[in-house]
């Protein structure tokens, strides 16, 4: 049975032909198009992007380093430079209410134009309304008005006037205030004369001048009405003249924007602005305080200017937005703030789009880590896809109680198509947490991280590695250089029948090659550069690897690798330290005495056994029960450690390796060091596949290597994972040459007979196993134990 469980060196390593490359080198070959092996996502990305109802966004999910993000980005841009182009977008000050600002959109390209066009109207203005105030008519109509005042006025203190004179008193004008004194002489009266008068004299001047300031009262009582009337005929004055200097500015404009009722309606509203507001632009009646002609500009600028909020004039088809830092105000706009004398200030020119404002009418792509780290963002992402629009809003102010004076812009209506680029965990996470996320996400674009070996895969992986040369610059490769990638790639699949769809690490190889070939002077990348660029990345990153070994064959790590003992074997685990993954040996132990507490696994009693290497402890009992106990109770005490592991310990690979190791402990059957075991099994005994395969088997080969390959030593693997074998050719020559032996197993009994080196024995139809056999030795060790526990 030992020598149908040995792989040969063929089975070990599933090479290349490179006659199934029938080219000398890449620069022959065509350029790949398209995505390599990625049909499921092609045709999922075609549905989502062309399904325009709403709800039907997209969620591009894979692992990084597949190419993902380009696959996404390059299948929008083809599809979106053939649509329309979206409308632009202006945000207007609000004469009605300048807290709400207006948005107004235009065709694509066509806002640009009406910022102009309203700049020229404000440039018309600021040079014509002064002009049409210092105009010769308008300063006639103005004096006009005022000596029509002024005649009122008059004719009511001629009156006053001409009784003063009966009375010999003269009327006097003092700073806009009206006086009496009397007249001696034809000169008035100074205080010193007046007092020299008889008292009748002076008594009847006073009562004169009383009854002139009564009809003087009485003469001016309308002034006010006068003054009213005056003030509200230079008003209309003013607007007047205002209205003939801005019409035909404003004339040539609503023409070109007759078929835009916003925008009528706004030049509309600007131009009875304009009118209204006339004297505060002009300023001919501020004496103290003049209005400059900066004063003017920035007046009419900041009032009745255009914020250009998207500008689509240099878009071709729909805008393809990737927005690399999602956060609330990057994603729907903001408004900002001047600081003026200490105090924070704003207004609508100070509005600022967001990534969704320039994608509106096409697609959004992020990045949905990055989206879901971000405070607020997600919820009020689901709102503007719900709303269908885009508001620009302070959420803090929702959360802190604090808010502040600010604009509340009119809300832009939404239409994106939004793309999620992220991995499969965050999708599931947000289908089981969020019930919104499938009626937004309907379309998942799944990225598959290998695709079927066959020729013809081979022969496109080959133009895709031209095409990457070529977009990196880099030399050719052979067609033996070709052939060495294509088995990296099954390996880092870990499938002789596959390849890996990780573009991003195959990049990173490809130029590290080139780099080789500089080195060493060559014209065309050769699998010998190949080689030199694998080598030297595991090189770098191999001091923690070495440092296990170091311990192992200086004995602080105790593994035997070779002669027999009881209750012990050797497992194999995989340590995982960020991106680099390597394979050591770990000594397994059992002991088993009699008692009741079963299997103990040590591990998890100290609570370093993680689940499911817990639940593959657990399992042994299962199977000792059904394969050795079916007719008497098992009972016994049995502990199981993994030793010298001082860091949590999870996954069921070594429960094969276990259960050997407790039947040896068991049965006092030795079992042979030679050998490392790793593979997870049932409660029937099968041998099942585990992960890490070539990992495990290189770190113990390596061990070996180290102490010396005796032609004894070997590594028993489950038969599932011969498919994944992809070893290093420095072991496939090793079993070549029968220094070191690869075993592939399926059940337990075929594990003891290569650790223990006899018959695992066969069960008879009586039910009782073929005699001194490991099996039958199984079952009379734990009837013993069992008879004891009884005693």
């Not at 992020?366 to 629009?389: N, T």
């Not at 050997?660 to 099994?681: E, R, V």
Request: hydrophobic fraction near 40%; glycine fraction near 6%.
């Amino acid at each position: 049975m030992v020598t149908e469980t040995r792989l040969s060196s063929e089975q070990l390593y599933f090479s290349c032909d490179p006659e199934l490359l029938p080219f000398k080198t890449t620069s022959t070959l065509e350029p790949f198009t398209g995505f390599f092996g990625q049909n499921r996502a092609i045709e999922a990305m075609e549905f989502g992007i062309g399904m325009r109802r709403p709800g039907y966004n997209l969620f591009v999910m894979g692992t990084p380093h597949t190419g993902r993000f380009s696959f996404a980005m390059e299948n929008l841009k083809a599809v979106a430079k053939k649509e329309k182009t979206p409308k632009d977008w202006i945000y207007l000050n609000n004469l009605q209410d300048n807290r709400h600002p207006l948005a107004i959109s235009f065709p694509a390209g066509k806002a640009q134009s009406f910022k102009r066009d309203i700049k020229q109207i404000i440039e018309g203005a600021l040079s014509e309304m002064p002009a049409a105030f210092e105009s010769p008519t308008y300063q006639r109509k103005k004096s006009k008005i005022e000596r029509d005042f002024n005649r009122y006025y008059d004719r009511a203190i001629d009156a006053v006037e001409r009784e003063a004179r009966e009375h010999s008193i003269a009327v006097y004008r003092d700073a806009g205030t009206i006086g009496f004194t009397p007249v001696a002489d034809g000169q008035a009266m100074d205080e010193a004369v007046f007092s020299q008068l008889s008292e009748d004299a002076r008594d009847a001047f006073t009562k004169a001048i009383s009854e002139l300031e009564d009809q003087l009262n009485e003469a001016l009582t309308g002034l006010p009405q006068w003054r009213r009337e005056a003030a509200e005929k230079l008003k209309n004055l003013d607007r007047d003249t205002t209205r003939e200097a801005i019409s035909p500015l404003f004339q040539p404009i609503r023409e070109k924007y007759a078929n835009l009722s916003a925008a009528m309606d706004y030049l509309a509203e600007m131009e009875t602005s304009l009118v209204k507001n006339c004297s505060e632009i002009v300023g001919d009646d501020k004496v103290l305080e003049p209005v400059t002609d900066a004063a003017r500009r920035s007046y009419m600028e900041s009032n009745y200017g255009v914020n250009l909020l998207v500008d689509n004039i240099k878009t071709k088809g729909a805008p393809v937005v990737y927005e690399a830092h999602p956060s609330y105000e990057n994603l729907f706009g903001r408004v900002e703030y001047n600081t003026e004398m200490g105090a924070l200030s704003t207004n609508y020119k100070l509005i600022r789009s967001g990534a969704l404002h320039q994608a509106n009418g096409g697609y959004l792509v992020m990045e949905a880590e990055k989206l879901l780290e971000q405070p607020f963002v997600y919820g009020a992402l689901k709102r503007a896809l719900k709303s269908h629009e885009i508001r620009i809003e302070s959420p803090a102010s929702e959360y802190t109680g604090i808010s502040t004076i600010t604009l509340l812009p009119q809300a832009v209506p939404l239409t994106v198509k939004l793309v999620l680029i992220g991995s499969r965990d965050i999708y599931y996470l947000l289908q089981e947490l969020d019930h919104d996320f499938e009626k937004m996400f309907r379309v998942v674009v799944d990225f598959d991280e290998d695709v079927k070996r066959t020729p013809q895969m081979v022969r496109s992986y080959a133009r895709l590695m031209k095409t990457l040369a070529d977009e990196e610059g880099l030399a050719p490769l052979t067609r033996r250089a070709v052939a060495r990638l294509v088995e990296h790639s099954s390996r880092q699949a870990q499938n002789q029948e596959l390849l890996s769809a990780h573009i991003g690490e195959l990049v990173d190889l490809l130029c590290e090659a080139d780099f080789k070939r500089i080195q060493e002077e060559d014209e065309l990348i050769n699998a010998d550069h190949v080689e030199m660029a694998l080598n030297a990345k595991e090189r770098r990153t191999a001091r923690m690897a070495e440092k296990i070994e170091e311990g192992i064959v200086e004995e602080t790590v105790l593994i035997d690798t070779e002669g027999k003992a009881i209750g012990k074997a050797n497992g194999l685990t995989v340590l995982q330290v960020g991106d680099v993954a390597f394979g050591t040996p770990a000594r397994i132990t059992a002991t088993v005495y009699p008692g009741s507490r079963g299997i103990v696994d040590i591990e998890r009693e100290v609570t370093l056994g993680q689940p499911i290497h817990s639940k593959g402890v657990l399992i042994l009992s299962g199977f000792l029960g059904n394969q050795y106990a079916k007719d008497f109770p098992m009972t016994m005490s049995a502990s199981i450690a993994l030793e010298q592991s001082y860091g949590y310990v999870d996954g069921d690979s070594a429960s094969l390796a276990e259960v050997c190791t407790l039947i040896s402990a068991l049965t006092h059957i030795p079992i042979s060091q030679n050998y490392a075991t790793t593979g997870s099994i049932n409660q029937y005994g099968e041998v099942q596949a585990i992960g890490g395969v070539n990992e495990k088997i290189e770190g113990y080969f390596n061990l070996c290597k180290t102490r010396g390959l005796n032609g004894e030593q070997g590594v028993i693997i489950p038969k599932a994972n011969i498919r994944n074998l992809m070893l290093k050719a420095e072991v496939v020559n090793a079993v070549k040459a029968g220094e070191f032996s690869v075993y592939a197993v399926a059940h337990v009994d075929e594990c003891l007979e290569i650790l223990m080196g006899r018959k695992a024995g066969k069960r008879k139809e009586d039910g009782t196993f073929t005699q001194r056999s490991i099996n039958a030795q199984v079952v009379k060790r734990l009837r013993e134990i069992s008879s004891a526990k009884a005693d």
